[in-house]
């Protein structure tokens, strides 16, 4: 029952926050605010005490819902889901801290979204039925469409729609490999269900075992975003609000790599192991082309959503490389990137509110006005370029131990990415804080709101660079049961590496 | 006749009776609201006259009519979006025109041709039901005599049905004079017993696929639509849409099903054909449209096509998907018809898209009400559009017709595109235009209505079981 309460407080949340906004601006904030945090608190409180429960699942609700058709209420919670849902209530309750002055109009209604895509992020690592989860996947969409086209920047209809439509036409193709998974297993078995552990070792041919993982990948490589399908992400992360760009950039697109986690390769394990070259393919030409254009932008936060593209790209390419260290570091990627990107786009957004610009060409030399900023900065600057010490260094290092395994030329140059990274970052830091100050800017430091929303953000991705080893071991569990690979823990990640790098 | 033939005939013969008391009622003292309150009363016991036909099912009186578990959810389909539609006519007319009374005369009939559609078996049935349908429709069409498109619509469908109906007819005959049957399992009979179809027969379903065509307003034969919606009174929009295409789709599925349609490729072929290019067309002209009504002709064409997709699936569970679908659909419909007519002032319709500029922030709740008619048509979650969509898919899936699937997929797509255009539109800021927006009259009635079609329409899509159970035990066929 506790996995429905986690998933019904965030729409209690949004229901109250629209009505009392009338009233007062500001209960509606705290309202959002204490509902995300108060799921927030309920997950970690799940964590601290997981750590004496053992492996596998740790909790599992079933309710029927649509018997007709098979389908049930299932919500289940592994290792996996309880780190992303970590994540997603940390930057949930950090989003609507960073669109406390920003957002002035209808905030009612902008919270109401808010939560209410959360709750869809919520539901989709949560659910374990095939059909609740397209559901989810679906009521993520509409909100998120009205936070980008409502309170976004200058060409948000443009955008809003974009995303909608792109990730809509994902959504659809998925639903077709759904129901043709789900009648496959009916024809096989005689059971109409959509019940993810029932159709996990449905047995097929193997050229219908390839479209149907088509299907599911199409949906989450456009959501990720790999490289042909990534051109609605720019668009969508530079006019969304900033609490609509930390939400895309940190959840939405890690519902991409989760699906491809929990259902692509679980699912249709042997499909998934015949298309991994071209999966890997497709990720580091994320990896290079998205940082080489990343590294071209004029505006501070495409750079950011460019950088984006390429972070996923390790995703995809972690992801199907089948062994053990590759799954951690794809998960590690999924939590540093969505706390680092997370945090660059605060920054922008904090830089938005006193100088009013995005263009990277008319900031310049602001350090010395803003060093507490630009010490924040620089801290996310280097994760994303992959300083050891910080979290994005341990994911990607983790990720490219594994796909060296599997593939080493397709390593070999998603290792190149790693240089692309440090070009990319660091003209972030010279466009913005060094440099020849244009103007003479007389502007404040960060304030105590956003040192409350920055700091943590700093604290964690310290964190995971020094100690990840709890969210390592959380995981492991998962995957367990999800690869059948031996049980390993951290340490055999080291040791595997020590192996592999003299 | 028994009298268990005039119960099971009880909807049909409430609306018709109604009918008639209408006429002498206006005869007697014109006076639109007790017209009004007397036709909500008559749907209203027609709807309850369905409850204890169910009893008598299946119920054959030959050689016209059959009364079966699918004719009867039809009727009361039929029967329930009259009655909204009804609830949203009233200030409609009130504002409007000076005799309304004859309204719901021309309304009743017209659901009478309905229903007869719905039951019928024959041919002679078949085209006296639309015929009746189709008689009412000019009138209705053309009801608002004062506006220059209400005549030209009313013409134009005249014209075009008029025309429809002879291909009808020659099709008809043409049966007819080779199988010397007009009765659908007659014909299926003679069918299965030659083995073959002879080449006239050939010909006369093509014929009659044209009439049927143009009733359902699927492609090629779909010219008409978006100038009739555009002329019609709204109220009769809604019909056009739902409750005539519906009955027209009841009995062609009836007919397909009694001459064993599927066996049959070449018809199959035909259908998918059309199918295919109804969704393409009708989306792809709706993309463009600025006039709300137009956009909602095209998407009503593309509708069509996503039904005959399941359909085509030639499966129960497609039987199954049609009724879920009209049931989503036809208050869906209405209902977006509806929030056009509460948007409407007395001298202008709210027609186009910029009328419902930053309709959020003026008018709040209607918004919210036509956002929810809009994500259901589009087929979003939490809508019962999202359960037909969803239930259609699933009966495609059944029958293995992964490139119709594949075709309503991209289209739903494109049709998300003008769905959601609407949507963006009302919660546009509206900051430096200074136009005068149309005063909307509201009336209580119309919001009520509203309200209640919004319920509908969240709650299938929350909680389908109840209405799955019902249609699952409903949907039989008898031959």
Request: aromatic share 14%.
């Given at each position: 029952?506790?996995?429905?309460?986690?998933?019904?407080?965030?729409?209690?949340?949004?229901?109250?926050?629209?009505?009392?906004?009338?009233?007062?601006?500001?209960?509606?904030?705290?309202?959002?605010?204490?509902?995300?945090?108060?799921?927030?608190?309920?997950?970690?409180?799940?964590?601290?005490?997981?750590?004496?429960?053992?492996?596998?699942?740790?909790?599992?609700?079933?309710?029927?819902?649509?018997?007709?058709?098979?389908?049930?209420?299932?919500?289940?919670?592994?290792?996996?889901?309880?780190?992303?849902?970590?994540?997603?209530?940390?930057?949930?309750?950090?989003?609507?801290?960073?669109?406390?002055?920003?957002?002035?109009?209808?905030?009612?209604?902008?919270?109401?979204?808010?939560?209410?895509?959360?709750?869809?992020?919520?539901?989709?690592?949560?659910?374990?039925?095939?059909?609740?989860?397209?559901?989810?996947?679906?009521?993520?969409?509409?909100?998120?469409?009205?936070?980008?086209?409502?309170?976004?920047?200058?060409?948000?209809?443009?955008?809003?729609?974009?995303?909608?439509?792109?990730?809509?036409?994902?959504?659809?193709?998925?639903?077709?490999?759904?129901?043709?998974?789900?009648?496959?297993?009916?024809?096989?078995?005689?059971?109409?269900?959509?019940?993810?552990?029932?159709?996990?070792?449905?047995?097929?041919?193997?050229?219908?075992?390839?479209?149907?993982?088509?299907?599911?990948?199409?949906?989450?490589?456009?959501?990720?975003?790999?490289?042909?399908?990534?051109?609605?992400?720019?668009?969508?992360?530079?006019?969304?609000?900033?609490?609509?760009?930390?939400?895309?950039?940190?959840?939405?697109?890690?519902?991409?790599?989760?699906?491809?986690?929990?259902?692509?390769?679980?699912?249709?394990?042997?499909?998934?192991?015949?298309?991994?070259?071209?999966?890997?393919?497709?990720?580091?030409?994320?990896?290079?082309?998205?940082?080489?254009?990343?590294?071209?932008?004029?505006?501070?936060?495409?750079?950011?959503?460019?950088?984006?593209?390429?972070?996923?790209?390790?995703?995809?390419?972690?992801?199907?490389?089948?062994?053990?260290?590759?799954?951690?570091?794809?998960?590690?990627?999924?939590?540093?990137?969505?706390?680092?990107?997370?945090?660059?786009?605060?920054?922008?957004?904090?830089?938005?509110?006193?100088?009013?610009?995005?263009?990277?060409?008319?900031?310049?030399?602001?350090?010395?006005?803003?060093?507490?900023?630009?010490?924040?900065?620089?801290?996310?600057?280097?994760?994303?370029?992959?300083?050891?010490?910080?979290?994005?260094?341990?994911?990607?290092?983790?990720?490219?131990?594994?796909?060296?395994?599997?593939?080493?030329?397709?390593?070999?140059?998603?290792?190149?990415?790693?240089?692309?990274?440090?070009?990319?970052?660091?003209?972030?830091?010279?466009?913005?804080?060094?440099?020849?100050?244009?103007?003479?800017?007389?502007?404040?430091?960060?304030?105590?709101?956003?040192?409350?929303?920055?700091?943590?953000?700093?604290?964690?991705?310290?964190?995971?660079?020094?100690?990840?080893?709890?969210?390592?071991?959380?995981?492991?569990?998962?995957?367990?049961?999800?690869?059948?690979?031996?049980?390993?823990?951290?340490?055999?990640?080291?040791?595997?590496?020590?192996?592999?790098?003299? | 006749?028994?009298?268990?033939?005039?119960?099971?005939?009880?909807?049909?013969?409430?609306?018709?009776?109604?009918?008639?008391?209408?006429?002498?009622?206006?005869?007697?003292?014109?006076?639109?609201?007790?017209?009004?309150?007397?036709?909500?009363?008559?749907?209203?016991?027609?709807?309850?006259?369905?409850?204890?036909?169910?009893?008598?099912?299946?119920?054959?009186?030959?050689?016209?009519?059959?009364?079966?578990?699918?004719?009867?959810?039809?009727?009361?389909?039929?029967?329930?979006?009259?009655?909204?539609?009804?609830?949203?006519?009233?200030?409609?007319?009130?504002?409007?025109?000076?005799?309304?009374?004859?309204?719901?005369?021309?309304?009743?009939?017209?659901?009478?041709?309905?229903?007869?559609?719905?039951?019928?078996?024959?041919?002679?049935?078949?085209?006296?039901?639309?015929?009746?349908?189709?008689?009412?429709?000019?009138?209705?069409?053309?009801?608002?005599?004062?506006?220059?498109?209400?005549?030209?619509?009313?013409?134009?469908?005249?014209?075009?049905?008029?025309?429809?109906?002879?291909?009808?007819?020659?099709?008809?005959?043409?049966?007819?004079?080779?199988?010397?049957?007009?009765?659908?399992?007659?014909?299926?009979?003679?069918?299965?017993?030659?083995?073959?179809?002879?080449?006239?027969?050939?010909?006369?379903?093509?014929?009659?696929?044209?009439?049927?065509?143009?009733?359902?307003?699927?492609?090629?034969?779909?010219?008409?639509?978006?100038?009739?919606?555009?002329?019609?009174?709204?109220?009769?929009?809604?019909?056009?849409?739902?409750?005539?295409?519906?009955?027209?789709?009841?009995?062609?599925?009836?007919?397909?099903?009694?001459?064993?349609?599927?066996?049959?490729?070449?018809?199959?072929?035909?259908?998918?054909?059309?199918?295919?290019?109804?969704?393409?067309?009708?989306?792809?002209?709706?993309?463009?449209?600025?006039?709300?009504?137009?956009?909602?002709?095209?998407?009503?064409?593309?509708?069509?096509?996503?039904?005959?997709?399941?359909?085509?699936?030639?499966?129960?569970?497609?039987?199954?998907?049609?009724?879920?679908?009209?049931?989503?659909?036809?208050?869906?419909?209405?209902?977006?018809?509806?929030?056009?007519?509460?948007?409407?002032?007395?001298?202008?319709?709210?027609?186009?898209?910029?009328?419902?500029?930053?309709?959020?922030?003026?008018?709040?709740?209607?918004?919210?009400?036509?956002?929810?008619?809009?994500?259901?048509?589009?087929?979003?979650?939490?809508?019962?559009?999202?359960?037909?969509?969803?239930?259609?898919?699933?009966?495609?899936?059944?029958?293995?017709?992964?490139?119709?699937?594949?075709?309503?997929?991209?289209?739903?797509?494109?049709?998300?595109?003008?769905?959601?255009?609407?949507?963006?539109?009302?919660?546009?800021?509206?900051?430096?235009?200074?136009?005068?927006?149309?005063?909307?009259s509201l009336p209580l009635a119309g919001n009520i209505t509203l309200g209640l079609v919004v319920l509908l329409l969240v709650g299938l899509g929350v909680y389908p079981t109840a209405m799955m159970q019902l249609i699952q035990q409903m949907m039989t066929l008898i031959k």
């Amino acid at each position: 029952m506790i996995l429905l309460y986690i998933i019904l407080i965030p729409v209690i949340g949004a229901l109250l926050s629209w009505l009392v906004s009338a009233r007062s601006a500001a209960l509606c904030r705290w309202i959002a605010l204490g509902s995300l945090l108060l799921d927030f608190a309920i997950v970690t409180g799940i964590w601290i005490n997981q750590g004496t429960a053992g492996s596998g699942w740790l909790y599992n609700w079933q309710a029927p819902w649509i018997p007709q058709f098979g389908i049930t209420l299932h919500l289940a919670m592994d290792g996996l889901s309880l780190v992303m849902l970590v994540l997603t209530f940390f930057l949930g309750a950090l989003s609507v801290l960073v669109s406390w002055n920003e957002i002035k109009s209808r905030t009612g209604f902008f919270h109401f979204n808010l939560l209410f895509v959360i709750t869809g992020i919520a539901g989709v690592f949560l659910t374990m039925d095939l059909f609740l989860f397209y559901f989810f996947w679906e009521v993520m969409l509409i909100p998120m469409y009205f936070l980008i086209g409502i309170w976004g920047h200058e060409r948000r209809e443009y955008a809003a729609y974009k995303f909608f439509i792109f990730t809509q036409a994902g959504g659809l193709l998925m639903l077709l490999a759904i129901l043709g998974l789900y009648f496959v297993h009916a024809a096989n078995t005689g059971v109409y269900t959509f019940n993810y552990f029932d159709l996990l070792h449905t047995p097929m041919a193997r050229s219908l075992a390839q479209w149907l993982m088509l299907g599911f990948l199409t949906a989450f490589v456009v959501k990720l975003p790999a490289v042909p399908f990534h051109t609605w992400l720019p668009d969508a992360h530079t006019e969304a609000p900033t609490a609509g760009s930390v939400i895309l950039a940190g959840l939405l697109l890690k519902t991409g790599a989760y699906g491809i986690l929990r259902f692509v390769l679980p699912l249709f394990p042997a499909a998934a192991q015949e298309f991994a070259p071209w999966a890997m393919l497709l990720g580091v030409a994320g990896i290079l082309y998205g940082g080489q254009l990343a590294f071209a932008q004029p505006d501070f936060k495409r750079l950011v959503a460019y950088t984006s593209v390429s972070h996923m790209g390790f995703v995809l390419l972690g992801a199907f490389a089948f062994n053990e260290v590759a799954y951690q570091g794809v998960v590690m990627q999924m939590i540093t990137h969505g706390i680092s990107t997370g945090a660059l786009f605060m920054l922008a957004g904090v830089l938005y509110e006193r100088i009013h610009t995005r263009e990277l060409s008319r900031m310049g030399g602001l350090w010395p006005v803003l060093p507490a900023m630009g010490t924040v900065t620089m801290i996310f600057v280097m994760a994303s370029l992959g300083l050891p010490g910080l979290g994005n260094f341990i994911a990607e290092f983790l990720i490219l131990v594994g796909s060296w395994q599997a593939n080493k030329p397709m390593t070999v140059l998603a290792a190149v990415g790693l240089v692309v990274a440090t070009v990319y970052s660091l003209r972030i830091m010279q466009k913005v804080f060094f440099g020849q100050t244009e103007r003479q800017f007389g502007l404040p430091d960060l304030g105590f709101r956003e040192w409350v929303m920055l700091a943590p953000l700093v604290l964690v991705i310290i964190w995971l660079g020094v100690y990840p080893k709890p969210v390592l071991k959380t995981i492991t569990n998962e995957q367990e049961r999800v690869t059948n690979v031996e049980r390993s823990d951290s340490s055999l990640v080291i040791r595997t590496a020590q192996n592999i790098i003299p | 006749m028994t009298f268990d033939d005039l119960l099971s005939l009880g909807p049909l013969l409430n609306i018709c009776g109604a009918a008639v008391i209408a006429m002498l009622l206006v005869a007697i003292w014109r006076n639109h609201r007790l017209v009004y309150y007397f036709t909500l009363l008559a749907y209203a016991l027609a709807l309850a006259s369905v409850v204890p036909v169910a009893k008598l099912l299946p119920h054959i009186i030959a050689p016209l009519v059959v009364i079966d578990m699918f004719a009867l959810f039809n009727s009361g389909a039929i029967v329930g979006s009259g009655l909204i539609i009804v609830l949203l006519s009233y200030n409609y007319f009130e504002e409007r025109e000076e005799r309304k009374e004859e309204y719901y005369l021309l309304l009743l009939l017209a659901t009478a041709g309905a229903l007869v559609l719905v039951i019928s078996r024959h041919f002679m049935s078949l085209f006296l039901g639309l015929e009746m349908l189709s008689i009412s429709l000019y009138g209705l069409i053309a009801y608002l005599r004062a506006r220059q498109r209400s005549d030209e619509a009313g013409i134009k469908y005249l014209i075009l049905a008029a025309i429809s109906s002879a291909f009808l007819l020659f099709g008809m005959a043409l049966v007819y004079g080779f199988t010397g049957h007009m009765d659908f399992p007659g014909i299926g009979a003679y069918l299965q017993r030659t083995g073959t179809v002879p080449l006239p027969v050939v010909a006369g379903f093509g014929l009659m696929l044209i009439g049927i065509g143009f009733k359902l307003g699927i492609v090629p034969f779909h010219m008409w639509a978006p100038d009739i919606y555009e002329g019609a009174p709204l109220p009769v929009a809604a019909f056009v849409a739902t409750i005539s295409k519906g009955g027209v789709l009841v009995v062609l599925i009836r007919f397909f099903q009694d001459v064993n349609g599927t066996q049959y490729t070449m018809l199959w072929w035909i259908l998918a054909i059309t199918a295919v290019a109804s969704m393409f067309v009708g989306n792809w002209l709706a993309l463009t449209q600025q006039n709300i009504k137009r956009m909602l002709a095209y998407s009503s064409i593309a509708h069509l096509g996503y039904l005959l997709v399941a359909f085509l699936a030639g499966k129960q569970s497609g039987l199954e998907a049609i009724a879920f679908y009209l049931v989503a659909y036809f208050p869906t419909s209405i209902g977006a018809f509806g929030v056009l007519i509460v948007m409407s002032s007395s001298v202008q319709d709210a027609e186009t898209a910029e009328d419902y500029r930053g309709l959020f922030w003026r008018y709040p709740w209607v918004a919210l009400a036509f956002t929810v008619m809009l994500l259901s048509l589009a087929g979003i979650p939490l809508t019962a559009g999202f359960i037909g969509k969803f239930y259609i898919v699933m009966a495609g899936a059944d029958g293995n017709r992964w490139f119709l699937l594949l075709m309503l997929a991209i289209n739903s797509v494109i049709g998300l595109y003008y769905y959601i255009r609407i949507v963006a539109m009302m919660f546009r800021t509206t900051e430096a235009p200074q136009r005068t927006f149309i005063k909307p009259s509201l009336p209580l009635a119309g919001n009520i209505t509203l309200g209640l079609v919004v319920l509908l329409l969240v709650g299938l899509g929350v909680y389908p079981t109840a209405m799955m159970q019902l249609i699952q035990q409903m949907m039989t066929l008898i031959k």
